[in-house]
């Protein structure tokens, strides 16, 4: 009887744990989408920021944080899909392969801040592009390849070694079977890979801190040595040192409910098709 | 031709396979290289000298020294081994009350003499004055040796005070304990937390449950971290203030609640793992000698995945550590050495973040902030490659 008892007390706790993480979470979107949602209008998301940033709405952040993803993609997916490529299909399981993994998880565990130190150094100071979309790029790009080295290397994992023998069995060599075979049968899944870290990409703000994030820039950017607002950063300058916090707080609250519906928005998509395309 | 280009796209893979340990080594050579530059800088802040009269035995001061006396706190020679004479501290502005104008000539050419006239007549004098008016022809006028800053000052050095002056304050205890402090409560509010939810996953929860919580957790994890901050700043800082009649919420505990709920992902996720990988003859050998499920749980699968446990805790805390915006925009910001919970404190990364902005570029505060950058990459840097090894080890020999 008393091991029942110890039993049945212990899984109440679990249970009650469990629905703890789920409140928590349910806590953390109710609180800024109740708050937030009343901020949003075509206005807020289609003007810039005015009178010190107490009217008027985010569209430089949201065009700002497009570009970024834009731009760490561009440097993050081809060195990741080849970096990938390499590690799955020519050193399958040697010691180099065991020693890249291992600066990959390495690189992974790297806080985000210290990008943003080896960013302003590397590329914005001894590359001299200044505070620039290329420079944040860059520095998001780094952030993520190991994200993208990792979900590139399990999507080729699954295509099945019967496809690839079947390639050369038909007389092609290895290139022609990845280009031809592995990659268009992996692509789905070296997508949600992709997806995943964009969403990773649009919400981080200490690498941005100092490569390419404004504080107030009302205009569009032209080129990729111009600087831009990013949600993210935004969400913080205005959350924390605006001249006046309580007229600002709409604007934070707003900012924020756009910029978690878009992380969200991009997870989900990524688990969708994580469940369409087969597990990962 | 078609070998050839099969050869150099080969190489090309081989090459994007190096990438991130390049990177790496590309972050140790421009980390260290702007951080370990802070012990080139002098003690004083660049481009000034610190003088005194001629007839001071006193030779050099550390920068620990110079700030005390600056902030009066020294107000005798004799507390620094000189002899007893009153210090006293002039600061090179306080020369343009002393003389008028016209003085120091057209080009305040005469400048150095009129500061060293001032500096020779008084015996306990302490000037801090810029290098290029240093009026070293004059007999009377001693400048103190130019000190670098020494390791013992940056790691042993209890206050973090950059924009001291005449002497920056470079020491990162309070940083580093602030950083430890913050995290360690983090995850032992995490752990529990995060093992029960874990085993719920793992053990208990119905299919049904579990497409539910899975995902909860998962998004959980996809939470911006800025959003985190804000959230705190928001929520939690008025609550903790409230509920524990503080006069600031913004607190070490604040920030430690904050990043216990950014570690629960990490935490329930590589826990689940490792006891999910538990064998199943060793349950149902616990189950078929009459233990009960929750027996078996504790005595058999939490055992069993021990190593995988800890490895969860160790990159638990790396995260923690690593953690910026939310912990910035939490802790209140305090480079103080944390002497309670409940007290704002400042982080590693916190004190990346804010200050980098300001501190001028190859200067010695920047270099500051590298070499804390350094500090906290080792740090991080052995946290990951432990939880490897931990979770890599043969998961049996915990029973």
Known sequence: MNKKLAQS????????LGILVVGILLWILGFIIYNGIGAISFEFLFSEPKEGMTK???????????????GSMLVAFPIGVMSAIYLNEYTVNGKIAKFIRTMTNNLGGVPSVIFGLFGMALFVNAMKWGDSIIAGSFTLGLLVLPLVIRTTEEALKMVPDSFRTGSYALGANKLQTIRRVVLPTAFPNILTGLIL???????????????????????????????????????????????????????????????????????????????????? | MRRFIEKIVENILRLSGAVTTIIILLMVVFLFKEGFGLFNNPVVERGHVLCVNASNKIAYLNSKEIKLIFDG????????????????????????????????????????????????????????????????????????????????????????????????????LPLVLGTLLVSFIAILIALPLGLGVAVYLSELAKDRVRKILKPAVELLAGIPSVVYGFFGLVVLVPLVQRALNLPVGETAFTGSLVLAIMALPTIITVAEDAMRSTPSAMREASLALGATHWQTIYRVIIPYASSGISAAVILGIGRAVGETMAVLMVTGNAAVMPTSLFAPIRTIPAAIAAELGEAPVGGAHYQALFMLGCILFIITLVMSIASELISKRDPGKGV
């Open chain 1, 197 to 280: 870290a964009v969403g990773r990409v649009s919400g981080e703000t200490a690498p941005i801190l100092f490569t390419v994030a404004a504080y107030f820039l009302p205009k569009l950017p032209t080129g990729i040595f111009d600087q831009v607002m990013a949600l993210p950063y935004h969400l913080y300058v205005i959350s924390t040192s605006g001249t006046n916090l309580e007229a600002t707080r709409p604007m934070a609250y707003g900012t924020a409910l756009v910029l978690i519906t878009l992380v969200l928005c991009i997870n989900l998509l990524a688990a969708f098709l994580r469940r369409k395309f087969g597990k990962m």
């Open chain 2, 73 to 172: 706190e020294i107000e005798n020679w004799n507390k620094l081994g000189g002899e007893d004479m009153a210090i006293e501290i002039f600061r090179f502005n306080e020369i343009f009350s002393r003389y008028s104008e016209e003085e120091f000539g057209n080009d305040y050419e005469k400048l150095p003499e009129k500061l060293g006239e001032v500096i020779s007549s008084t015996p306990g004098i302490i000037a801090f004055i810029p290098g290029q008016y240093m009026p070293s022809s004059m007999p009377k006028v001693k400048a103190l040796a130019d000190e670098k800053i020494g390791g013992a000052d940056f790691f042993g050095g209890k206050e973090w005070i950059p924009t001291s002056v005449p002497s920056p304050q470079f020491g990162v």
């Open chain 1, 56 to 70: 008027g709405g985010i569209f430089p952040a949201i065009v700002g944080t497009c570009c970024l993803i834009a």
């Open chain 1, 9 to 16: 007390i212990a899984f109440w706790i679990f249970r009650i």
